[in-house]
């Protein structure tokens, strides 16, 4: 059963439309903000005024070539605020700051192998300190901490469970442990969630209403979009790509033939050091390819196999308008991949009337940390429906 509302609660409601509007579609006019989202014009007046003196959005410039007055466009104030995301993987920490327009405005990351509690305990007030020290005022309009971590959540717990490889935060209280060492609010949320929030806002996938994200990182994560918003799953884990089984593969999860085991960065790094080649970022795999290394070439080939039948079994499911293929791979060699993935797709939807569009993510590795710091920006200004009677709080500002 859906939750009432009052008035003051559908004024906020209103709000976060107007401002989602803005932000989607800026800049933009008064009387296209009343087609697009059917509010009356007065109420847009008072609610872009009131957006205004709030420091969200601004006037731009007059609309030309139009007859009569020419009207002015409205568009998102990036000095409004600011989000900071912080990105917790296998190898590291990323911490960004950004602005309103969506924009990263200062960077800091720290390599780490498996960070444990303590040492995220004792980075992350300082790294913060980094970010916002050039940013004058935007400091004081701070909306809070958002967090993308490698894991699953487990049905009636609170936080997030991470890998196994990440013992150290077992039963830990992710949200707790930031928002005390920061003194932001803070939102957790998984790696590919986070990674499909940031490619609909800012990537490949914005203005599209569904999309199904894969996203190639120290493993596999997954991330879905329904009706312009993340869908989540009953126990938030839906996307879990990592763990979807490939024809002949192994029943025990432990023991291979799962897409993470065929496609991931670490799959991968295991290979190559089997074969005596020593990489262990990333970015050394642009020279492997342009070398036409023949172990990298033969893990591309098997890996576009398996995203292949794995993207034909999605999309044979869902129907999404475009599958993502994005991650920490360099670009050539993620184009690479995508290449022959279409290939095998090809041959899936031979006689089918409509074959998936793949894309490649316009983010990269950006994705997941851009992601993260959308996670307070989503819980406190887009208009998703369970928000029409929750209360958005106020911007705090970083002690």
Not at 132 to 151: C, I, K, M, Q, Y
Not at 389 to 395: C, L, M, Q, V
Request: neutral net charge; proline residues 6%; aromatic residues 6%.
């Amino acid at each position: 059963m859906n939750a009432g509302t009052n008035l003051e609660q559908a004024k906020d409601y209103n709000r976060r439309v107007i401002f989602d509007a803005v932000r989607q579609h800026g800049p933009t006019t008064r009387a296209e903000l009343a087609r697009m989202t059917g509010l009356a014009a007065q109420t847009i007046s008072s609610i872009t005024n009131a957006l205004r003196e709030l420091g969200l959005i601004r006037l731009g410039e007059r609309r030309k070539g139009l007859r009569g007055q020419p009207a002015v466009e409205l568009e998102v104030d990036p000095e409004g605020g600011c989000t900071i995301g912080l990105n917790l993987d296998r190898d590291g920490m990323t911490m960004v700051l950004v602005d309103l327009a969506g924009t990263i405005r200062e960077r800091t990351t720290r390599r780490l192998n498996y960070p444990t509690p303590d040492q995220i305990r004792d980075l992350a007030a300082p790294e913060l300190s980094r970010l916002l020290a050039p940013v004058g005022a935007l400091r004081e309009r701070v909306l809070g901490l958002g967090v993308a971590f490698p894991g699953r959540f487990r049905r009636g717990e609170k936080g997030i469970h991470a890998p196994a490889n990440f013992t150290a935060w077992h039963g830990l209280d992710i949200n707790a442990l930031l928002s005390e060492v920061t003194g932001l609010e803070t939102w957790v949320e998984n790696d590919g969630n986070a990674a499909a929030l940031g490619e609909l806002l800012y990537g490949a996938g914005r203005g599209r209403s569904s999309f199904f994200l894969l996203y190639i990182g120290a493993g596999v994560g997954g991330g879905l979009i329904v009706n312009g918003q993340p869908y989540l799953g009953a126990s938030r884990n839906v996307a879990e790509a990592s763990r979807m089984p490939l024809p002949g593969g192994a029943k025990d999860f432990d023991a291979g033939g799962r897409l993470t085991h065929a496609v991931s960065l670490y799959n991968l790094f295991r290979r190559l050091e089997a074969a005596g080649i020593a990489v262990d970022r990333p970015k050394d795999l642009t020279r492997l390819l342009q070398e036409e290394n023949p172990e990298l070439l033969r893990w591309l080939e098997d890996s576009a196999e398996a995203l292949g039948f794995a993207m034909a079994s999605i999309q044979f499911l869902l129907d999404t308008e475009a599958i993502v293929l994005g991650g920490r791979l360099p670009d050539a060699v993620l184009t690479d991949l995508l290449a022959r993935t279409n290939r095998h797709l090809d041959e899936w939807f031979s006689d089918q009337p409509n074959p998936p569009l793949l894309l490649k993510s316009s983010l990269a590795r950006d994705a997941t940390v851009l992601g993260a710091a959308a996670l307070p920006l989503h819980a406190r200004l887009h208009p998703s429906p369970e928000t029409v009677w929750i209360k958005s709080p106020e911007p705090v500002a970083a002690r």
